[in-house]
C-alpha cells in the first residue's frame, strides 16, 4: 500500500516548474498542504492553517502555483503588477467553479478601488498569442491616454506597464503552462484581460467580483515598498507617524469639546421605538463637523425619494444619485419567516390617514395581522453594482434579524 505523502510528493514533483518556487495544494476538505523547493528537493512543510501564513509565503517568493481540482492557477507577483494565468482542461462553466474556488481559499476583502473593465472582447488562440494583442490594446490606450474606467477617470497609463506586461507573459509562455485566461492588473487595478476560444467571455460584473477576490492575495505596490526599505527609514517613518497621532489626537479632543456643546443626546429612557405613538426617538446626527452634515443630508434625501416612490406604489427602489447609490425596501412576512408576494402598485390611495399606515396598508392587503412588516434603507458608494447591492441588503437583513431573535 503506498504511503499518501508520496503520492503527494510525486504529484507535486509534477506540478514544479523550473521557475516555481513553492506549490500550495488545495482539497475540498481539510487544510491546505504547502510545499517548497530548496536544492530541486521537494519539502512538505505541512497544512497552512490561516490565510495571513499564505499571505506571508506570497509575499517571499516571486511567484507561486496553486492547483485545486482540474483548474491551475499560475500567480505572479511583481513590484508593480500582478498577473494571473489560469489554465484548465474542463471549460464548461470556468468562471462559476473559478469564482466560488477563489472565495473559499481567500478572505473576501471589499476595495472601494477595484476597477472593472473588458479590455478585449476578441477572440484569441493560445500560446504566443496571447501577448501581442494584449500589448497592441496597451500600446493603443497609452497613445490616447484613455482611463480603463471611462466613471470614475482615475486610473492613468504608465508607459513602463508594456515591457513588465512582455516579461511576465514570456515567463508564463517559457514555462510551457496550458494558458486559457490572463488577467493583469496593478494594485487592484485591472489594465488587461484576455482568452482564448475554449472559454466562454466574462462580462463586467464577473471580472468585477473576480478581481475583488483575487485582490486580497496580493500586497500592493506600496506596502512592498514600505518592506523593502531598510529599518532607519522605517523608524524614521514610525517617528513622524506617532507624531502625526498625537496631533489628531489632540485635534479629535477638541472637536469633541466643541461637539459636546452642539450635540443634544435624548436620554436613555427616549433612545428607543415608541410603537403606539408610530415615533422612533434617537440620537441626532453630529452637527459640528462637515462629515456629519454630509451624512445627514444624504440620509434625508433617501429618506424623501424613498417616500415618493412609496406614494407612488413601489416597495422597493435602487436610485443612483451622483456619486451614491440608495436603496429602500419594504416588505411583509408571515409568522415562518416566509416573504410574502405584494402586487406591483400598492392600494395606498384607500388606506385610511387617521391610523397607522402600515397596519391599515396590510389589512388593505388582506394579510391579516399576524404578519411582520419590515422597511430597509440602505446607503452605497455609486461605484458598487445594483447586484451586490440587493445581495448585501439581505444579507445585512438576516443579520439584523438574527439579532433580534437573540434579544
Not at 44 to 54: A, D, H, K, V
Not at 285 to 297: A, N, P, S, V, Y
Not at 319 to 337: H, I, M
Amino acid at each position: 500500500m503506498q504511503d499518501p505523502n508520496n503520492e503527494n510528493q510525486e504529484e507535486s514533483e509534477q506540478l514544479f516548474g523550473n521557475e516555481l518556487q513553492f506549490l500550495v495544494l488545495y482539497s475540498r476538505t481539510g487544510n491546505p498542504i504547502y510545499f517548497t523547493k530548496q536544492d530541486n528537493q521537494i519539502i512538505n512543510l505541512g497544512p497552512i492553517t490561516t490565510s495571513q501564513e499564505l499571505f506571508f509565503h506570497m509575499y517571499q517568493q516571486k511567484f507561486a502555483y496553486v492547483c485545486c481540482g482540474s483548474t491551475k492557477f499560475v500567480f505572479y507577483n511583481y513590484s508593480t503588477l500582478n498577473f494571473i494565468a489560469i489554465g484548465s482542461k474542463e471549460t464548461v462553466h470556468l468562471l462559476k467553479r473559478l469564482l466560488i474556488t477563489v472565495k473559499n481559499l481567500f478572505f473576501f476583502r471589499f476595495g472601494l478601488d477595484v476597477m472593472k473593465k473588458v479590455l478585449l472582447d476578441g477572440v484569441l488562440s493560445n500560446g504566443q498569442s496571447l501577448i501581442s494583442p494584449l500589448l497592441d490594446n496597451l500600446i493603443r490606450l497609452s497613445k490616447t491616454n484613455q482611463s480603463f474606467l471611462v466613471q470614475a477617470n482615475c486610473f492613468e497609463f504608465h508607459k513602463n506597464v508594456i515591457s513588465q506586461v512582455e516579461e511576465i507573459l514570456q515567463d508564463v509562455l517559457d514555462s510551457n503552462e496550458e494558458i486559457e485566461m490572463v488577467i493583469v492588473f496593478q494594485d487592484t487595478k485591472l489594465i488587461g484581460y484576455v482568452h482564448t476560444e475554449n472559454i466562454e467571455i466574462l462580462n463586467s460584473k464577473d471580472i468585477f467580483l473576480l478581481i475583488v477576490y483575487l485582490q486580497s492575495l496580493f500586497y500592493n505596490s506600496s506596502d512592498i515598498k514600505k518592506r523593502n526599505k531598510s529599518s532607519d527609514q522605517e523608524e524614521e517613518l514610525k517617528e513622524e507617524k506617532n507624531e502625526k497621532e498625537i496631533e489628531k489626537e489632540k485635534e479629535k479632543e477638541k472637536e469633541k469639546k466643541k461637539d459636546e456643546e452642539i450635540i443634544n443626546l435624548p436620554s436613555q429612557k427616549e433612545d428607543e421605538i415608541k410603537k403606539e405613538e408610530n415615533v422612533i426617538y434617537s440620537p441626532s446626527i453630529d452637527q459640528g463637523t462637515k462629515g456629519g452634515l454630509l451624512i445627514k443630508d444624504l440620509v434625508w434625501d433617501l429618506f424623501s425619494k424613498s417616500q415618493n416612490y412609496l406614494m407612488k406604489g413601489c416597495s422597493s427602489m435602487v436610485l443612483k444619485v451622483n456619486e451614491w447609490c440608495y436603496s429602500y425596501n419594504l416588505w411583509f412576512e408571515d409568522e415562518n419567516q416566509n416573504v410574502i408576494p405584494l402586487p406591483k402598485k400598492l392600494p395606498l390611495d384607500e388606506i385610511d390617514d387617521n391610523k397607522d399606515f402600515y397596519e391599515s396598508l396590510s389589512v388593505k392587503l388582506g394579510l391579516g395581522k399576524k404578519v411582520n412588516c419590515w422597511e430597509l434603507f440602505t446607503l452605497y458608494l455609486g461605484i458598487v453594482p445594483y447586484e451586490i447591492c440587493i445581495e448585501f441588503n439581505w444579507e445585512l437583513y438576516k443579520d439584523i434579524y438574527n439579532r433580534v431573535i437573540e434579544d
